[in-house]
């Protein structure tokens, strides 16, 4: 077993590959209500390991390594179980990164509203930080927290104290690696240290500055860009200036992870139809490029984020794209992440205005529309999210939305109702928090549930086509029956709940 | 780019927002709160500046935690470059 002055981990439910599927991953955000093996086993396996240095890593971990060692420092991300033993043998910096401590953030918030048990994510990181400040009394070493959600712990500080936290840093993953690496190098010169460090606009990360990871990412996600041009008052990503990374440096990520048996991945960004563009037309050559570069290396690509509005613009740029793509043997469906948000255009008017653009807002609703019937045909599926609670809605925004969604039945989708969040920083980031739900948010959640319902099993289906994934296609199918089954209780508890909030 | 550090005890947190707002208008982007503390725990603290840390999207901002004035003090002489850098 080897030594090191620093290691980065996690806990297990991002500690782990899903089962090489990603969108298995928000199965981590459920709350308890099921055997707590079965829902682990399920969403978030172990992760292959040598002496616990891990096979495939979160890509924020990564990106921290990969600055680390170039900087000079024996550092390397360890299996959470393995934290232990690395720290025994002389380790002085933990770095830990998260998305969600304390089950926090939208998709965990939605599910904890009404049920009244902590999700698995929260639940894993409290026994892993707790295993971990039991060592404090004999082990000198310092913890660092990083990642897109340290904004959590502005809300729960009591638990810094409780759990000895010497830094946080908060960066929205700009800059995040350069700072943690300056202040690693302090801690081991015995100099005093920030509490909290957050970077501004200002001291955003130039491309010149970046490091490509030395190891394999979590099913092979790396990132082709920061920023995004569209700003919307909700999100903290708009805040940053948008840059492209160039193929070069995307080539070498992906080479890490074939190198390192890797063979499929996601391009991470805000919008990948956006990729290589400097407004919200997307450059259809950098796009293809991308693209085309992916596909070379891996057997199956999925993109992390793209927009409706950037689709609904070049539509022939999405046929060119699938035909790289989905080759029909290895890959038969390409699934993305996109944001509807809102069928009101009130509200999108009001918090996010060029979300629709280069078409005005008020076409919104339909551009929702013409860009899931594009999806459909070229088998790219959509896993929307919609936020519920937006500051200033009102009960004809809901309608509005509800309506929207029951539009959208015929194309192949998810639709993931969250509620609102002040996540920081951005620009909502001290408006309330949403909890209390009216009758009308009901028929809003329902027709998302029922939405998801009438397309799930045939999604599992068609997601997990390997013949590896049957004993987990029969654990996901008889999940989707129990909800089924549910279906009506669901209803009937969230009508009492809103009935006791109005 | 200009810095700017600025001393308190963890009486005074609630002139923090208003000293920020004072250094940007200044052109102040880097901006260290450098906090003595006395009876408050860390993470009372961050808790108390969490509002001025979420408002403040801008700036480069950092809390240092001391426990005495002269600590404060020889912070002073910190280069914030040095950490974005």
């Known amino acids: 077993m080897r030594k090191f002055d620093i290691i980065l981990s996690t806990d297990r439910s991002l500690m782990t590959n899903h089962h090489g599927k990603e969108f298995l991953g928000f199965g981590t955000t459920m709350p308890l209500i099921l055997p707590r093996r079965f829902i682990q086993w399920l969403f978030c396996p172990p992760m292959k390991h040598e002496d616990g240095i891990v096979w495939q890593a979160p890509y924020g971990l990564r990106r921290i390594e990969a600055r680390l060692v170039h900087d000079g420092f024996s550092a390397a991300v360890v299996d959470p179980d393995y934290v232990p033993r690395y720290i025994e043998r002389g380790a002085k910096v933990l770095i830990i990164r998260h998305h969600d401590w304390f089950g926090l953030n939208p998709p965990t918030t939605t599910w904890t509203a009404f049920i009244d048990k902590e999700p698995l994510n929260a639940v894993l990181f409290r026994e892993f930080i707790e295993t971990v400040c039991k060592l404090r009394d004999r082990y000198d070493f310092k913890i660092i927290v990083a990642g897109p959600a340290v904004w959590q712990w502005l809300h729960m500080n009591d638990l810094i104290d409780r759990y000895h936290i010497d830094v946080i840093v908060d960066s929205n993953g700009d800059r995040e690696e350069i700072v943690i690496s300056r202040i690693v190098k302090r801690i081991l010169e015995g100099k005093p240290v920030p509490s909290y460090v957050k970077m501004g606009i200002k001291d955003n990360l130039t491309i010149d500055k970046l490091v490509p990871i030395v190891h394999a990412s979590v099913n092979g996600l790396i990132e082709i860009g920061r920023g995004c041009p569209r700003k919307c008052a909700f999100c903290s990503v708009g805040s940053r200036p948008v840059r492209w990374y160039p193929l070069e440096f995307i080539e070498k990520e992906i080479q890490i992870n074939v190198k390192e048996g890797v063979d499929h991945g996601i391009l991470s960004c805000t919008d990948v139809l956006l990729y290589g563009s400097d407004t919200v037309i997307p450059n259809e050559d950098a796009v293809l490029k991308v693209n085309m570069l992916a596909k070379k290396y891996w057997r199956q690509v999925g993109w992390s984020h793209c927009t409706l509005a950037a689709a609904v613009a070049n539509k022939k740029l999405i046929d060119a794209v699938t035909e790289i793509l989905i080759d029909g043997e290895n890959q038969k469906l390409l699934g993305v992440e996109v944001g509807v948000e809102s069928g009101s255009v009130k509200l999108m008017r009001m918090h996010m205005p060029a979300k629709s653009r280069p078409f005005p807002i008020e076409r919104w609703p339909e551009i929702v529309e013409e860009a899931f019937a594009l999806f459909h045909e070229h088998n790219i599926v959509p896993a929307a999210t919609i936020i519920v609670g937006l500051p200033g809605e009102e009960e004809d925004d809901v309608k509005a939305t509800t309506e929207l969604v029951r539009r959208l039945r015929p194309y192949r989708s998810l639709i993931v109702p969250m509620f609102f969040v002040p996540m920081g920083p951005s620009r909502l980031g001290r408006q309330e928090w949403f909890r209390k739900i009216k009758h009308y948010h009901v028929d809003l959640l329902m027709a998302c549930l029922d939405h998801a319902l009438y397309w799930a099993e045939r999604l599992v289906e068609e997601y997990m086509t390997d013949r590896k994934y049957f004993i987990i296609k029969r654990a996901l199918r008889w999940f989707l029956n129990k909800v089924k089954e549910s279906r009506g209780k669901v209803e009937e508890k969230l009508r009492e709940y809103a009935e006791a909030n109005t | ?85």
Do not use: H
Not at chain 2, 36 to 42: F, R
Not at chain 2, 50 to 61: A, Q
């Open chain 2, 1 to 85: 780019m200009k810095q700017r550090l600025l001393i308190f005890k963890d009486s005074e947190l609630d002139k923090a927002g208003e000293e920020i707002k004072r250094a940007l208008a200044d052109g102040c982007f880097r901006i260290g709160l450098i906090i003595i503390k006395s009876k408050k725990t860390v993470g009372e603290i961050i808790g108390e500046l969490r509002d001025v840390i979420k408002g403040n999207i801008y700036p480069s901002l950092s809390v240092w935690v001391v426990k005495s004035e002269e600590e404060a003090q020889k912070l002073m002489n910190l280069e914030l470059g040095e950490l974005y850098a």
